[in-house]
Nanobody, 128 residues
Framework: VQLQASGGGLVQAGDSLTLSCAASAASGRPFSTYSIGWFRQATGKKREFVGGISWSEGSTYYADVVKGRFTVSRDNAKNTVYLQMTGLKPEDTAVYHC???????????????????WGQGTQVTVSS
């Protein structure tokens, strides 16, 4: 599967922004069978898990630092996953990536090594 994240931009603290992760299931495997994770990497820092949504039932899981502010959702008919971000803070500034986990035995994992497919990131900059 090929992924492309979009929707980033420059916003002010407190603003909202929604990122999209569009997928093309090149192998013919339905997009709905992949769990999708969102990760971010700030300059000079390690990439970190932000939130994810499972392939089954659409269960979600979030990192503590974004819980209550970010929401992950998916529209399998459009092969798209969304990351809705509210109450943005300057520390949310990073390049945001979406990634796909092909395993049907996992629901959501925070560990990036399990995500086999990655899209190019989209920059989110939050000014104070």
């Amino acid at each position: 599967v090929q992924l492309q994240a979009s929707g980033g931009g420059l916003v002010q603290a407190g603003d909202s922004l929604t990122l999209s992760c569009a997928a093309s299931a090149a192998s013919g495997r339905p997009f709905s069978t992949y769990s999708i994770g969102w990760f971010r990497q700030a300059t000079g820092k390690k990439r970190e898990f932000v939130g994810g949504i499972s392939w089954s039932e659409g269960s979600t899981y979030y990192a503590d630092v974004v819980k209550g502010r970010f929401t992950v959702s998916r529209d399998n008919a459009k092969n798209t996953v969304y990351l809705q971000m509210t109450g943005l803070k300057p520390e949310d500034t990073a390049v945001y990536h979406c990634a796909a986990d092909p395993s049907s035995s996992r629901i959501i994992t925070i560990y990036e090594e399990y995500y086999h497919y990655w899209g190019q990131g989209t920059q989110v900059t939050v000014s104070s």
